[in-house]
């Protein structure tokens, strides 16, 4: 059970480049989604994914487009790399804890993928 | 979705109680508090929820107020590695389970 799993974990790009960040999370979550964290800063909130063929945009989707063709993976594609794109991205799964408190929404993450966009 | 709003920073001694205060007052009805922490540059870390009982586990202890507008985590016997920026977040139960957003927490600091 490996959890949520990131690659790459470092890449540098160019501006103008294209590249996916991949996510694949082995829990059988419905959940996912895509942050992202600047030096000193909070997480920002991408895109985000209820299941398998459904996506949705959160507070700062503008430059980056997702899919979700399985329950399992959700890519993060850049198309166009901006220096403003420099940051480390985390993606997160989560399943509905079934307790007294039903729908509560418990989020496991992945260890990170640093973006430099020169 | 509500906003919270965490002290930049604290700081504990090690084995003391860490109580880390949030304030929430715009919750709504069907809100939950969340906690995660960020050890250095690690992904989050999942601690506790709840909607308006106290709450514990093995980590630590979540009180709301009864208005609920406050909450405070408190981490029983702070060791050195709970050196981490905690996150207090409230998130909509039911259907629309997608948003979590994230502020920029608190810097909790243990010294020996």
């Known amino acids: 059970n490996a959890g949520v799993t990131q690659t790459p974990k470092f890449r540098i790009l160019k501006i103008g480049q294209s590249m996916t960040l991949q996510c694949a999370q082995d829990m059988n979550h419905n959940y996912m989604y895509w942050y992202r964290q600047d030096p000193g800063m909070g997480l920002k909130l991408i895109y985000y994914s209820v299941g398998a063929g459904i996506t949705d945009k959160g507070e700062v989707p503008n430059g980056y487009n997702v899919s979700r063709s399985t329950t399992e993976d959700f890519p993060l594609r850049l198309e166009l790399a901006a220096p403003s794109q420099t940051s480390v991205y985390f993606c997160a799964s989560s399943y509905v804890m079934i307790t007294g408190q039903s729908g509560a929404n418990v989020l496991t993450f992945g260890a990170g993928s640093r973006l430099t966009v020169l | 979705d509500a906003k919270t709003t965490q002290p930049p920073s604290m700081d504990c001694a090690e084995g003391r109680a860490a109580n880390l205060p949030c304030n929430h007052s715009?919750?709504?009805?069907?809100?939950?508090v969340y906690w995660y922490r960020q050890i250095h540059s690690q992904g989050p870390q999942y601690i506790i929820h709840g909607l308006k009982n106290n709450e514990t586990n093995e980590m630590a202890s979540l009180i709301i107020t009864e208005d609920r507008k406050s909450s405070t985590l408190i981490l029983p016997h702070a060791t050195l590695r709970d050196t981490a920026v905690y996150y207090c977040i409230v998130g909509i139960r039911g259907s629309t389970l997608g948003r979590l957003y994230f502020g920029r927490g608190t810097q909790l600091t243990v010294w020996p």
């Open positions: 715009t919750i709504s009805g069907n809100e939950y």
